[in-house]
């Protein structure tokens, strides 16, 4: 992915394992306990001092878009991991994954600048990957032909809106709107 914003991963192991684990750490932090939860914390679950956390990320900003861009890689990587998946099952365990990245999402979305050029190059690679593994279902007959990448997008998003009781149930609601997706 090309886009690039906050501080860059270090090349050193031991640097990179430290910023991989302070992004581990925020990215469930945020998701547990939203984007108020202390730097300190942050940096207790990772394993490392205070100091090491300023120097990775020198802003709590810094920190956010550095969560945000990691959940954008783990969605691009994600939709490769599945290309090799029948067309229909690359395409809803993609969809599963791209509600985990909603959620996180929306654990730091106030907290992110979305109008900025990192946000907007996001947005662009994640329709990228959709659009790549709807039109694969479509082609193969799978998928209704008169969705677009954009549809099924909103349509994921929109799910995960509401709260549900467990994984289970939202893995259900999932599979009940994805039957609409499903070429007859």
Not at 64 to 77: G, K, P, S, T, W
């Amino acid at each position: 992915m090309q886009t690039q914003a906050g501080p860059r991963r270090p090349q050193r192991a031991d640097a990179r394992r430290n910023f991989d684990a302070l992004i581990a750490a925020a990215c469930e932090a945020f998701a547990e306990h939203g984007t108020g939860t202390s730097l300190e914390e942050i940096a207790r679950r990772a394993g490392v001092g205070i100091g090491t956390l300023y120097r990775n990320f020198p802003t709590r900003r810094d920190l956010f878009d550095a969560v945000y861009m990691d959940e954008i890689r783990a969605l691009c990587r994600a939709a490769d991991d599945v290309a090799g998946l029948p067309p229909w099952d690359a395409l809803t365990a993609w969809l599963r994954r791209f509600v985990g990245y909603v959620a996180t999402k929306r654990a730091i979305c106030e907290e992110i600048n979305r109008d900025s050029e990192m946000i907007r190059g996001a947005r662009g690679v994640i329709y990228e990957a959709a659009d790549r593994l709807l039109t694969r279902a479509q082609e193969a007959g799978v998928a209704r032909r008169d969705v677009s990448s954009d549809d099924l997008l909103r349509l994921v998003s929109g799910l995960t809106a509401g709260g549900y009781v467990d994984d289970a149930q939202r893995d259900r609601v999932l599979a009940v709107a994805m039957d609409g997706v499903r070429a007859r």
